[in-house]
């Protein structure tokens, strides 16, 4: 039965956070007049489907993606083609015939209405839970805060340079750190003071920690503090995909830190055995806080330069601004297609990954 609410719980989750970026593409697509074939949720064989006006909408079995589908994008013609389209008068409703600031803008949006999901979601969120402040109300005996001279009521503002407005950004710091000193920029007192420690590994936790502790939360969060906390939480989700893209690239994000959509199942699987016994608000706000997590993720991952993501599409378009023409159609459909190859190989590498993360 818990497996069934996980799959239920995911694909809500998953329909949400797809359907919002492929919803922003279609939605400025049609504004600006470029032609949409269709509107994909999920990939692979189609379980439902409905035609209405030029654009075919479907809901398909794999939970993997989706996609808008623009009339002209990503033509592969042969050279006999190309000519007699050359002779034909542009159809200005392909995509490929767009001027290059609408297809910015098309391309663009899918992103954007994933971080407005995510904004809006952030901001249910604040309304339901109690703010933890980057405060230290507890030094741990031993730490490295304590050798540092950091006292309880010690507000952090900043580790390394980086801004601090949420107790779980320290949490996302450390669990990144991997050496070296660290400058811890407090608050104490109304006066800003800066210290400079080393975080020391915990084997009970099995990371670094730098030494504090905070178990006091603010629920009197009202007016305009609602939407600053909302930014908040928006920044962390943000910096914290970021920083882990980061980590993965560089080797200091471990495998088993990596997970598709089975691991996610999975993952709302452990969240729905923890939280339930706390009752049904907690567990939605997990939900919410896992939504969240996700439109964050699909939108600052579509945004990095790679073909066939979103992020390749804006630089395309970019390179069109500045030369003040396109790249040869067939040249870009190439470049997109070897950058698809690429992602169905790290899709079926994150695949097996979550399968060796659950069984061993």
């Known amino acids: 039965m818990n497996m069934v609410f996980s ?31 269709e509107f994909l949720v999920g990939f692979g064989p189609a379980i439902f489907k409905k035609k209405k006006g030029e654009t075919t909408f479907k809901v398909c079995i ?6 808008c589908v623009y009339d002209g994008m990503d033509e592969l013609m042969d050279d006999d083609e190309s000519a007699e389209k050359a002779d034909e008068p542009k159809d200005k409703a392909l995509f490929a015939n767009a001027s290059p600031w609408i297809k910015f803008a098309i391309v663009i949006a899918g992103p954007l209405f994933n971080f407005i999901l995510g904004f809006i979601v952030a901001f249910i969120m604040v309304n339901m839970i109690a703010i933890r402040e980057p405060v230290a109300t507890d030094i741990l005996e031993g730490g490295a805060a304590e050798a540092a001279g950091l006292i309880p009521g010690d ?66 969060v009202k007016g305009m503090d609602l939407f600053r906390y909302t930014w908040y939480e928006m920044r962390y989700n943000c910096v914290m995909v970021w920083r882990s893209l980061g980590a993965l690239l560089t080797g200091n994000l471990a495998r088993e830190n990596v997970s598709g959509p089975v691991g996610v199942v999975n993952m709302v699987g ?24 996700l439109t964050v993720n699909l939108g600052v991952f579509n945004l990095l330069p790679v073909p066939a993501l979103d992020g390749g599409r804006l630089l395309f378009a970019i390179v069109e601004i500045l030369r003040g023409k396109p790249v040869e159609p067939k040249k870009e459909a190439y470049v997109h297609l070897a950058g698809m190859a690429l992602l169905l190989v790290i899709v079926v590498v994150v695949f097996f990954n979550d399968l060796h993360n659950i069984f061993f």
């Open 155 to 220: 507000r952090i503002v900043a580790l390394n340079g980086s801004k601090i407005y949420l107790y779980d950004e320290i949490s996302v710091f450390t669990s990144l750190y991997r050496g070296g000193e660290v400058l811890v920029t407090y608050e104490r007192d109304g006066q800003i003071g800066n210290v400079v420690l080393t975080p020391l590994y915990s084997e009970e936790y099995g990371r670094y920690l730098i030494g504090i502790s905070n178990e006091t939360f603010n629920e009197d």
């Open 270 to 293: 452990d969240i729905i055995e923890e939280t339930s016994p706390y009752g049904w608000q907690t567990v939605l706000v997990n939900m919410l806080n896992l939504m969240l997590l």
């Open 7 to 37: 799959l239920i719980w995911f694909l809500i989750i998953f329909s949400v956070v797809v359907i919002s970026h492929e919803f922003g593409h279609f939605i400025v697509a049609k504004a600006s007049g470029v032609r949409v074939k």
């Open 62 to 67: 794999l939970p993997l993606g989706g996609a």
